[in-house]
């Protein structure tokens, strides 16, 4: 099979899929957000694409769409097609490096793009304006293409000398804004967590309730 990708070496693992049916610009969008990320990650990524829970960024072919307050007032959307079908190819990327003896998901993707392979002009039924007139015929002039695309998936070890310095520097600069995003969800959680816990203050109000509350014992019923 052919690839545009054109390093080559024991570093590298490939995989593709043909005939996919499904938006090439909304595939071109996907494989542009998990560019130089870990192979879990990637995943992480395209499975809350998938439950509508992040955005992704579309830089080309963006009229019409509105922007997304997570992406920074960016123009995005939720392509759910398309990551579904580039979660395939990159899982069967991460089998054919297993297969290989290589860990798949701790590999990062150095080259993932999708592109249009073919077109099939589709045709409305025949004779629906021509029915009833014992005639068969096209029923309209207006008419919905099918446009067929295909995915291209490389996996990498970061660490290969093979990797050009563009992708060396992308993929520490993905891995840096990875690492400062965990950080700032988890400084968020902690933050969420402290709100919720009790005061000190609303403690010993609590305390000093229940001990007014309570009833003093007489002597005499513990003796």
Known sequence: MNYSFNLKGDDFVFAQSHDVNASYKDLGAV???????????ALDVLDMVVH??????????NKHMG?????????GGYPTRAASEV?????????????????????????????KTRIERRYPSK????????????????????????????LGNEYSN???????????????????????????????AKKRLPKQ???KKEIKAV?????EIPAAQIA
């Open 52 to 61: 509508k829970e992040h955005a992704i960024l579309y830089r080309r072919h």
């Open 201 to 203: 203050a609303d403690k």
């Open 162 to 192: 093979n990797l050009t310095k563009n992708m060396k520097y992308f993929i520490r600069k993905r891995n840096k804004q990875i690492n400062t995003e965990t950080e700032d969800k988890n400084r968020k959680e902690k933050a969420t």
């Open 127 to 154: 004779g629906s304006l021509a029915w009833g007139r014992g005639m068969y015929g096209q029923s309209a002039i207006n008419h919905s293409d099918i446009e067929y695309a295909k995915i291209e998936i490389v």
């Open 31 to 41: 494989c542009d957000s998990i560019r130089y990320l870990r192979a879990s990650d």
């Open 87 to 115: 979660i395939k190819t990159l899982s069967n990327a991460i089998a054919n490096a297993k297969n290989a003896g290589k860990s798949g998901e701790d590999m990062v993707i150095v080259c993932a793009s999708a592109n």
């Open 67 to 75: 922007s997304r307050h997570e992406l920074g007032g960016a123009k």
């Open 211 to 215: 001990a007014e509350s309570t009833p």
